[in-house]
């Protein structure tokens, strides 16, 4: 008996532990989302060349979405009754972070080449392994490792598709350039319209790079589950006990 109670009072401090480096994840990447927030439009009025661009527009709706969307999962996961592994969400903020502070904020998308090929590879693993955990949430079951893996590689591109979509959509709607049709002639200069297929390679890359990081995810997933019988729990997103 006192092995046992010693055995979850270690438990419940790692599950606490692991619950505060959550928690200093979140806060560092929402107070970044606020400084920038803080930021932009003092910035919009001193600076006449990064007013001109209109790239703050962007900025700003990114980082206004990304606010609302860095606490999304976990208010989520108590109504959808499931349980949402730290690290999975640490990755999730860290996407985020990585995407709207440093990609649009920082402007690394335009400042470093291959910025945005890896944002969509670190979001297509993202997706595909929470398409690993749609079977058995839907369905409380395991099934097959073939199927399970074509169901998380199609899950993760058809996301990929729609993000697409909304991003054409919106930059239509908005005059937003998150599509990168348009590229800036100098730093927070006026942004130039691309044309032919260059205007294209923006989205046929993005769509490339999520079906091969997706693919590859799936493939290791298939090899992984008929080899040990499961994924790791750490790694998927599981039907919470409580």
Known sequence: MPRKTRFFDQKNTRGKSEEGVTFAFYCFILSSFVFALTVIPVRVIFDEAFRASAEYRLILFQLTAGV?????????????????PSGLYVAYMLFL???????????LYYRVA?????MHIYSAVLLSFLG?????????????PALTA??????????????????FSFDG???????????????????????????????????????????????????????KGALPKSLTVNRSKE
Request: proline share 4%; charged share 15%.
């Open 114 to 118: 291959a910025w945005d090929t890896v």
């Open 173 to 227: 709607l908005l005059g937003l350039n998150m599509q990168k049709f348009s590229a800036p002639l100098g730093a927070g200069q006026r942004l130039s319209p691309l044309v032919g297929r260059a205007a294209l390679t923006d989205t046929m890359t993005d769509l490339i790079v999520d079906l091969v990081a997706s693919l590859a995810v799936s493939t290791w997933a298939y090899l992984y589950i008929k080899r």
């Open 132 to 144: 690993l955990s749609l079977p058995r949430l839907f369905t409380g079951e395991e099934i097959s």
């Open 68 to 84: 609302f969307f860095l606490r999304l999962p976990r208010l989520l996961a108590r109504p959808l009754r499931i349980d949402l």
């Open 97 to 107: 972070w990585g995407a709207i502070f440093l990609g649009e904020f920082a402007m």
């Open 150 to 167: 074509l169901l998380s590689l199609g899950f993760s591109v058809l996301v990929g598709v729609l993000w697409e979509i909304y991003e």
